[in-house]
């Protein structure tokens, strides 16, 4: 119906446009306005490292919600990330057909990026999934955060981004923090076999083509939702494939892709779906149209840190002297970064 072009927009909706809105949609309508200032260049800075970090806290949140799921329901990991796939998939289509249905709409040239996006999340979810099960949490999870130098390396070699020395410090200091964090400086910790190896590196470097494939979107000049919806839904069917090959081999029937738990499980799969994934993916690729893409992994690698301290709240778990130093480190290196000249 054509009133249906004067309804009011709500207010809370053109908020969220303004904030969230990249800078390649800024215009300037005056005729005597110029290139932007100084100020208003740290401006847009400084709402790329708020929109980083906000989207590292909630993610920080992922693994105590996966924790809960694997000890209470003991779900298959595998079968977990499908289905976290999937509702982030069920909750963004209707979001985004009431909000902006355009948002929905792709070119068909644009399926092959979506689909390796989606690819390449899907085999980061299952691959760090094999490594926690060969390396253990923590020295899966310092392997993982090499992301941070490998996102650096494509980033100067795809992008061209700069390599100064304030960033290789932090790279380093990142890496170091992780470590401490993560108590894989226990010799204990490193008895590894070559899969652990593979894998827990592998994990690593497809965290870094993520990254890079988020700065490609940003790029592009993709909608930031839309990218997240597509590459969801394409993870969603490569983790589904996975699963079905998994249940084939293993002999098992096809109805064992629906977890038997009862509705307190299903709300927590549904939130760890909903909030960290969802929103916390969604603002980490925002972070991208304002930053570059190993900037924003970088300061990721304070997500171990900030998980370590919702463990402690909401898991009674204790941080050792050691593990509060390597969360200073990282800290540390997060400043860095948000003082050095992109």
């Not at 100084?38 to 400084?46: I, P």
């Not at 906000?54 to 993610?59: A, G, Q, Y």
Request: net charge positive; proline share 5%.
């Amino acid at each position: 119906m054509q009133t249906a072009l004067f309804t009011p927009i709500p207010i809370e909706l053109m908020l969220l446009y303004q904030v969230f809105r990249p800078p390649s949609t800024i215009r300037f309508c005056s005729q005597y306005a110029s290139a932007p200032t100084e100020r208003s260049a740290m401006s847009q800075l400084t709402k790329g490292y708020v929109i980083a970090m906000t989207s590292i806290v909630i993610l920080s949140t992922t693994g105590i919600l996966i924790g809960y799921l694997l000890t209470n329901y003991a779900l298959p990991s595998l079968l977990l990330a499908f289905w976290r796939n999937f509702f982030v998939c069920v909750a963004l289509a209707p979001a985004l057909f009431l909000i902006r249905p355009s948002w929905l709409r792709i070119e068909p040239t644009q399926l092959r990026f979506y689909a390796s996006f989606g690819l390449i999340l899907a085999l980061f979810n299952s691959i760090w999934t094999l490594s926690v099960e060969t390396n253990g949490a923590a020295v899966a999870t310092v392997l993982a955060y090499s992301s941070a130098g490998f996102t650096a390396a494509l980033a100067w070699w795809i992008f061209r981004e700069r390599m100064g020395l304030p960033k290789i410090a932090a790279i380093i200091l990142s890496l170091v923090g992780c470590v401490l964090v993560s108590n894989a400086f226990s010799p204990a910790m490193w008895n590894l076999n070559p899969l652990g190896i593979l894998t827990g590196l592998t994990s690593g470097m497809l965290y870094a083509g993520y990254n890079v494939m988020g700065k490609e979107s940003a790029k592009r000049k993709l909608n930031t939702w839309t990218t997240l919806f597509y590459t969801f839904a394409f993870a969603a069917l490569f983790t589904l494939i996975f699963n079905l090959v998994s249940m084939a081999l293993h002999a098992q029937p096809i109805s064992a892709i629906l977890p038997a738990m009862p509705v307190h499980g299903w709300f927590i799969l549904i939130l760890l779906a909903f909030i960290p994934t969802l929103v916390g993916f969604g603002l980490y690729n925002t972070a991208m149209n304002y930053l570059s893409a190993s900037t924003v992994s970088l300061l990721a690698t304070s997500e171990p840190a900030m998980t370590a301290v919702e463990a402690y709240i909401f898991l009674d778990e204790r941080m050792s002297i050691v593990q509060i130093v390597g969360s200073l480190i990282i800290l540390s290196a997060v400043v860095m970064v948000r003082f050095a000249r992109e």
